[in-house]
């Protein structure tokens, strides 16, 4: 049986937090690719204070057709404050 959508981000958003020891800040993106899904997860690497100067990142957790979680690779890394253009 296939599972939801919300099932497979939160499954790849916890496992994120697992693997690379830091919290998750919540999923941005959930989209399909011929293997299974790909889930945007942003996580908090580093918190200061104030918050505006907490490091943050983007993961893509690639998660199969069963579910789990196959792969993950971070592919930005930004202050909180930082405004994208």
Known sequence: MAESISKIARHAL???EALVGCP?????GVRKDDDGW????EVLEIGRVPQT???LASYEVT????GEVTGYH???R?????VED
């Open 24 to 28: 998750a800040e919540g999923v941005v």
């Open 53 to 55: 100067t907490d490091v």
């Open 38 to 41: 790909v889930v945007d997860v």
């Open 74 to 76: 971070r592919t930005r």
């Open 78 to 82: 930004y202050l909180r404050a930082q």
């Open 14 to 16: 916890e496992e994120l």
């Open 63 to 66: 998660v199969d057709a069963d």
